[in-house]
Structures are given as C-alpha cells and as structure tokens.
C-alpha cells in the first residue's frame, strides 16, 4: 500500500564527536561512502523506491556540503508537481528565538510546513544509517494494526548496545512486529534486545499532540524524551522488527567497518543490487574519465570509482573518485575519499581519509609504532581533508590529523599510536 500523502522528514543536520575530523566541514548525513555516494543517499534511495516523494531534510550543522549534494532533488526522480525534497534549515523569528535543538525540536520548529501538506502520516528517518528498506511494509503494519506510533527496530545483542543505541523490549503478537513494551534511549544495562533504527511512523494528530507536550515540558529529542513518555503513558506505540542489514556510521570504526562489508565476494552490501542513487553531478563525478590499472597496477577485494588511476597495490579498500596510488605505494584496508594522492613507496593500512590529501613518498601511515598491541590493533587511523603528508612520515594506529595542518606543524619524529596533531 502506497500512501500518496506520506511526508517523509529525515534528520541529517548533525555532527558527531566520534566522526572526528570527518565532521569537521559536513553534517554526518554527507560523509562519503561506498566509493561515489554519501550516507544520505540510503534513506532517499528508500523512499524513492517506496514511492514516497514528497521529502523534507531538516539541517543545521554546516549544511552547504549537504545542500550541494541534494541539488535538486532529480537524482532521485524528487521533481514535479506533487513530488519534492526541501531543505528545512534552522531558523528564529518573533515567536522561535533558538536554533533546533534536538531532533523533536526540529520537527515541532516546522509543524506549518507539515500541516501544509496534509500526511496521513508522517515518516521521520535518520539520515546517517546503511540500510536498505521498502517503507511501504512498515507503513502497511502500521495502518493495520491502528499504531499511534510505528518505529523500526533491528536485533543486536545486549552488550553491543549498551550506551549506544535507544533499545525496546517488544512483544511477538504479530508475525512482523508488536507492542513495545519498554524503551530506554542509550542504557548502561539495556532490558531489551531490539535496537532502534531511528524510522518513525507517526498519525499526524498524535506527532502534533507530543511535540506540543514535549516543549511545554522543556525536552526534545525523540529517543531521549518522546517514546518513553508515549509508551509510559499506554499509547499504542509497535515496533516493527527488520530483518535485513543495518550499518551504523556514528563512530570512525563503525564507518570503517561498515565499508568494509561493501567487500568480499558475497559482500553484506550489495550497492548494485540494492540500486543505490546519487548525485552524479556533485564534484563532477558523471565526467570522470574510466578507472586506469597501470601494468604495475593491482587491484585485489577493492572498489575503485571512476577517475582513479591505480599504478601501485590497492587490497581490500574502497577508492572515491580521483584517487591515485602510484607504482611501490601499498594501500591496504583503507577507504580513501576524492582526489587523495599517495606518492611512490607510500604505505598505508586502516586508513580513513578525507578528500584532496596527499601522502608523500614512502610515507607509513597506520603502522603500529608499538608493534602487536591488542589495544591498537583495531584502530582507525584518520587524516582530515587537505593535507600535504611530509615524504619518510610515519603515523601509527588510531591516529588523528586534523584538516590543513601546516606545513611546519609535521613533527620530524612522526606520530605514536593514538597520538592527535591538531
């Protein structure tokens, strides 16, 4: 069943301290990933296929990035007459004297545009999860069974969760879903095992009704204020539970790992089968000249996007557009984002790096300074965006490099493991 006045509104204006240098210039919805796209492109790739089109993206933090991305919408068929993505950034007027202030907050701050377009129902998403999911199905659970509020939940195990995602305990009265029967946003000791995936389905008069509530009483986050107090008050909340995969990007290593599962041969993200959209006009991409593999060239378990010229060794790691790795340099385990250049002799292992750097020759980047130490060995080692890597520079694991560092500011001794160079 497709509701043709289904609103979709997705968080995607945030930044997370645990994105690191990431974050620094773009919301966490318009990280890179997967080669050519940015996070943001699941959720508009989901409503696109569910045939929902009439989309509201509700940002705050640095939003160009964002915004240039999304342009006009048509790289998910987003325009006509009844179809649309709008931009809701923050505001303040005579009534309104702060910006959002969570993600309640947000929503209530743009209730006139919701109620200009009338939902039967309105669907609120996060705007920085991997996922791949027909809402329709959600939405059909949801009418069926007359929820005040649908939310969608996936299944992790207890200690995973802990002070990282909200949890519910959720009944099995219906074969896709049930009764949520409790619901604690972050908790040290989690009761359940079903963790939120942040897609929201709410019956407008309901949404209106809380977020009214919730700013009289001075909160305004979903997770942390909004589900508790309609679940303690016995309101008809259900969780639906997914089933498919789910990739969180809230940390470097979450990120890293999540890339990670768009490789191997029968790889947890399958970007051609689940038809992911992009903005191909965004940096160019589209006019990129075919991948180049140089005679010296080897490219083993990678994704290499147009525009790369691969004249070195690339193992097991994902290479945006632009990026050149030339003849002796080795790039293992890495996701390299635009225009990234590692000179000749260059080295680098679990590596995430932002766009326009250059590694210099025979630099070692994400090598362990300690040697086997279990407490670095997973560890992302991260370079923020235009940065000039000194040739003989030598980085360990779970090390930070802010964007732009200046030249003079390289230390001749390199980094240690975990070291920062702010």
């Not at 497709?2 to 968080?11: K, R």
């Not at 305990?169 to 009761?191: C, F, M, N, R, W």
């Not at 630099?363 to 235009?386: A, E, K, L, M, Y």
């Not at 360990?396 to 490099?401: D, I, P, T, Y």
């Given at each position: 069943?497709?509701?043709?006045?289904?609103?979709?509104?997705?968080?995607?204006?945030?930044?997370?301290?645990?994105?690191?240098?990431?974050?620094?210039?773009?919301?966490k919805s318009a990280v890179p990933f997967g080669g050519f796209a940015r996070v943001i492109?699941?959720?508009?790739?989901?409503?696109?296929?569910s045939g929902i089109e009439r989309i509201a993206i509700l940002s705050q933090y640095r939003?160009?990035?964002?915004?240039?991305?999304?342009?006009?919408?048509?790289?998910?068929?987003?325009?006509?007459?009844?179809?649309?993505?709008?931009?809701?950034?923050?505001?303040?007027?005579?009534?309104?004297?702060?910006?959002?202030?969570?993600?309640?907050?947000?929503?209530?701050?743009?209730?006139?545009?919701?109620?200009?377009?009338?939902?039967?129902?309105?669907?609120?998403?996060?705007?920085?999860?991997?996922?791949?999911?027909?809402?329709?199905?959600?939405?059909?659970?949801?009418?069926?069974?007359?929820?005040?509020?649908?939310?969608?939940?996936?299944?992790?195990?207890?200690?995973?969760?802990?002070?990282?995602?909200?949890?519910?305990?959720?009944?099995?009265?219906?074969?896709?879903?049930?009764?949520?029967?409790?619901?604690?946003?972050?908790?040290?000791?989690?009761?359940?095992?079903?963790?939120?995936?942040?897609?929201?389905?709410?019956?407008?008069?309901?949404?209106?009704?809380?977020?009214?509530?919730?700013?009289?009483?001075?909160?305004?986050?979903?997770?942390?204020?909004?589900?508790?107090?309609?679940?303690?008050?016995?309101?008809?909340?259900?969780?639906?539970?997914?089933?498919?995969?789910?990739?969180?990007?809230?940390?470097?290593?979450?990120?890293?790992?999540?890339?990670?599962?768009?490789?191997?041969?029968?790889?947890?993200?399958?970007?051609?089968?689940?038809?992911?959209?992009?903005?191909?006009?965004?940096?160019?991409?589209?006019?990129?000249?075919?991948?180049?593999?140089?005679?010296?060239?080897?490219?083993?378990?990678?994704l290499a996007y147009n525009g790369c010229i691969i004249d070195g060794t690339v193992k097991?790691?994902?290479?945006?557009?632009?990026?050149?790795?030339?003849?002796?340099?080795?790039?293992?385990?890495?996701?390299?984002?635009?225009?990234?250049?590692?000179?000749?002799?260059?080295?680098?292992?679990?590596?995430?790096?932002?766009?326009?750097?250059?590694?210099?020759?025979?630099?070692?980047?994400?090598?362990?300074?300690?040697?086997?130490?279990?407490?670095?060995?997973?560890?992302?080692?991260?370079?923020?965006?235009?940065?000039?890597?000194?040739?003989?520079?030598?980085?360990?694991?779970?090390?930070?490099?802010?964007?732009?560092?200046?030249?003079?500011?390289?230390?001749?001794?390199?980094?240690?493991?975990?070291?920062?160079?702010?």
């Amino acid at each position: 069943m497709v509701m043709p006045s289904t609103l979709a509104m997705i968080l995607a204006g945030g930044r997370v301290d645990e994105l690191g240098v990431l974050t620094h210039y773009r919301p966490k919805s318009a990280v890179p990933f997967g080669g050519f796209a940015r996070v943001i492109d699941f959720p508009l790739t989901n409503l696109m296929r569910s045939g929902i089109e009439r989309i509201a993206i509700l940002s705050q933090y640095r939003s160009y990035s964002l915004i240039n991305h999304i342009g006009t919408g048509a790289a998910w068929d987003m325009i006509g007459r009844y179809r649309g993505i709008s931009i809701l950034p923050p505001f303040k007027d005579y009534e309104n004297p702060h910006w959002y202030r969570g993600s309640a907050d947000a929503v209530h701050q743009n209730l006139d545009f919701v109620r200009y377009h009338r939902p039967s129902e309105i669907l609120i998403l996060s705007g920085d999860h991997i996922y791949e999911m027909d809402y329709r199905d959600m939405l059909r659970f949801h009418h069926e069974h007359d929820a005040d509020l649908t939310a969608a939940f996936v299944t992790v195990k207890k200690e995973e969760a802990a002070n990282r995602f909200g949890v519910a305990e959720i009944g099995d009265e219906y074969s896709e879903g049930g009764t949520v029967l409790s619901y604690e946003e972050k908790p040290a000791e989690p009761k359940g095992e079903w963790a939120s995936l942040t897609v929201f389905c709410f019956k407008p008069e309901v949404l209106y009704k809380v977020l009214q509530k919730n700013q009289a009483d001075g909160s305004y986050e979903f997770g942390r204020d909004i589900i508790p107090m309609m679940v303690q008050e016995g309101m008809k909340v259900l969780g639906y539970k997914f089933q498919g995969y789910w990739g969180y990007t809230r940390t470097v290593k979450e990120y890293w790992q999540t890339s990670m599962d768009l490789l191997g041969p029968d790889p947890l993200i399958d970007l051609e089968k689940w038809g992911i959209r992009t903005n191909l006009e965004h940096r160019d991409i589209r006019d990129c000249q075919p991948l180049k593999v140089g005679s010296h060239g080897v490219l083993d378990n990678s994704l290499a996007y147009n525009g790369c010229i691969i004249d070195g060794t690339v193992k097991n790691s994902i290479l945006f557009p632009g990026v050149r790795v030339e003849q002796g340099a080795v790039v293992e385990d890495s996701v390299l984002f635009f225009n990234t250049l590692v000179k000749k002799g260059g080295q680098l292992r679990q590596v995430v790096c932002d766009v326009n750097t250059t590694f210099g020759a025979h630099t070692q980047v994400g090598f362990s300074s300690t040697g086997i130490n279990d407490q670095v060995n997973d560890r992302v080692t991260v370079v923020g965006w235009n940065n000039n890597v000194p040739d003989n520079m030598k980085i360990g694991r779970g090390c930070l490099v802010a964007p732009g560092i200046k030249e003079d500011k390289w230390p001749q001794k390199g980094l240690e493991d975990m070291e920062e160079l702010q």
